[in-house]
């Protein structure tokens, strides 16, 4: 164990027990910065987990004893408007109502050749050429599905985004399309702004251009100086770029990000990809931004432009979070593989940034047993969330069976939820990508998403259960 990892571990070890757990990956890491980095949050994860997973009589979700699922929405039904719910449940934000429920604003990571598109009133439809857009969803205390209606349409491949401190969420687009590919009538790559509660301001949706035209995953808000922090989940060459968006007005408030700012990527001396850090603890100083020269990416991909400095790059940078109380911003590799780009092998990295230190550390890696190895039982976390109950929560995203996996108090990883429906390859259609996970305001209810075909859950049980 080197030096920088035996002063970050902590918990008696942040280290997942593979055997225990049954599952094979290791992680290692300084636990204690993500537990604490949200006030409302518990100090610790479950003892041992939940315990073993029940089989499902129907076939959908495999959950420990106690716990029970609601499917609150399913791609092809039928809406009362007589349109179809689209295909491609990704990245949702959850927020809440004013009974006691949730509003989820979920996003459909269409293009233009998916099975169900994104299909909007024309007032609220950016390109009538593009097929992705987002779905609100308002559920009652009692999780049950009250309505449902597309909010946002016109838009391209709604990865995922992040919320707003005044209660709207971001949507972002994973793609560089510009108008005449792809049959798109508009630039793609943007980000657009939700209203979960007012639908009227949905209307006319106008991109966020001062932010940046990338392969946009996530971002995450600094609610003090409302500094924006994104990600870009490149998967060609060269790696993608870790962003901050510095608004023109600072208080925020709907509608605050259309007045502009200023676009900077992340610039670390002698860092130029995350990928060969390898030792959690790990710890660089001196953090510096650098101006993109063309947000708009006119003519060069904003990664691959011309900067004053290089900037440093990451493999698949998907999700995104802010910790309230450190003040920090936490940050998903998900995954690095030498062929594709990278310099070294990961299977997944969660960064932290202070931004008044200016300095980025590795808080958690997660290596095979094998380094190399193909074993699926587990792949590298995709969105990831803090639960209120101490710990983490990430949704699976890679081959054979896909899972809800977290992490308990001593740092091991054990299986939440297992789906059922299907565990694809990329090689199949049907591809069974968890997605989206996130909690209710009072923390009875956790949500996901199914990513095809599209399934959005509500999980309740014995949340405090000591085992």
């Known amino acids: 164990m080197s030096e920088a990892q035996s002063s970050s571990l902590s918990r008696r070890q942040f280290v997942g027990r593979a055997a225990a757990a049954g599952v094979a990956v290791t992680v290692a890491g300084s636990v204690d910065a993500l537990y604490t980095a949200q006030p409302a949050l518990g100090t610790s994860g479950p003892k041992i987990g939940y315990g073993p997973l029940i089989e499902d009589p129907n076939g959908m979700l495999d959950l420990p004893r106690g716990f029970s699922y609601k499917i609150l929405s399913r791609e092809g039904t039928v809406r009362p408007d007589g349109l179809p719910i689209p295909s491609r449940f990704d990245g949702m934000g959850v927020f809440p109502d004013r009974d006691g429920g949730s509003r989820l604003v979920r996003n459909h990571e269409c293009s233009p050749t998916s099975k ?24 009652d205390r009692q999780n049950g599905a009250q309505k449902e209606f597309v909010s946002l349409g016109g838009t391209a ?19 560089e399309l510009k108008a005449g590919q792809s049959g798109y009538t508009k630039d793609h790559g943007f980000i657009f702004e939700v209203d979960p509660y007012d639908d009227r301001r949905n209307v006319d949706p106008h991109p966020l251009t001062a932010m940046g035209r990338f392969q946009h995953e996530a971002v995450a808000i600094d609610p003090r100086t409302g500094i924006v922090y994104e990600t870009e989940d490149a ?12 608004p023109n007005r600072t208080r925020g408030g709907w ?3 259309r007045a502009g700012g200023e676009l900077q990527a992340m610039h670390i001396p002698g860092l130029p990809d995350l990928s060969v850090v390898q030792e959690a603890g790990a710890e660089f100083h001196d953090v510096q931004w650098v101006t993109v020269p063309d947000p708009l990416a006119k003519t060069e991909s904003v990664r691959a432009q011309d900067y004053a400095k290089p900037i440093t790059g990451g493999y698949k940078l998907e999700g995104c979070w802010w910790g309230d109380l450190d003040r920090c911003v936490y940050f998903v590799s998900s995954f690095a593989r030498t062929e594709l780009g990278p310099k070294v092998d990961h299977d997944g990295q969660v960064w932290r940034l202070d931004p008044r230190k200016r300095t980025l550390r590795l808080e958690v890696i997660f290596t095979r047993p094998k380094p190399g190895s193909d074993d699926p039982e587990f792949d ?30 001593d740092g091991e990883v054990f299986k939440f939820a297992r789906n059922r429906v299907n565990n694809g390859t990329p090689e199949e259609p049907e591809y069974g990508e968890l997605s989206g996970v996130g909690f209710s305001a009072d923390g009875r209810t956790m949500f996901f998403n199914v990513y095809t075909p599209g399934i959005t859950y509500a999980i309740t049980g014995p949340w405090r259960r000591r085992r």
């Open 255 to 257: 509608g605050s990000l």
């Open 116 to 139: 169900i598109k994104v299909v909007a009133p024309a007032e609220r439809t950016y390109d009538p050429a593009a097929a992705g857009g987002t779905s609100t969803l308002v559920v």
């Open 380 to 409: 590298a976390p995709d969105n990831i969330t803090m639960s209120p109950y101490g710990g983490l929560m990430m949704c699976e995203d890679g081959l054979g069976e896909q899972h809800i996996l977290g992490t308990t108090e």
């Open 235 to 246: 998967f060609v060459a060269p790696l993608g770029g870790f962003y901050r968006f510095l």
């Open 157 to 175: 491949i709604n990865c995922s985004g992040g919320p707003t401190p005044w209660r709207t969420w971001l949507t972002c687009e994973e793609t």
